[in-house]
């Protein structure tokens, strides 16, 4: 896990993406322009929450997350995406 030295405000949550499929099961190499954006991926920071919603994931969970959430964030050459709690599908 990253050590990174961002505090998410509010509901938010930083999550660094899982790499996208390299392979097919059939060891077709897939090109970087057809590789589909990653829907998964680790907490690595977490809000303090609000009055009305408590915070429900933690730094490590593993969640699914819709395809165009959050904002695209790098931090010393590594991708991240800041979201809201509520733009989380699952832990898994």
Known sequence: MADV???????????KPQQAEQKTAGGIIIPDTAQEKPQK?????VGPGTKDETMEVKVGDLVLYGKYSGNELTIDSTEYLMMRQ????AVI
Request: aromatic share 0%; hydrophobic share 55%; charged share 25%.
């Open 86 to 89: 509520s733009d989380i599908l």
């Open 5 to 15: 030295n961002i505090k998410p405000l509010a509901d938010r949550v930083l999550i």
């Open 41 to 45: 991926g680790e907490v690595v920071a």
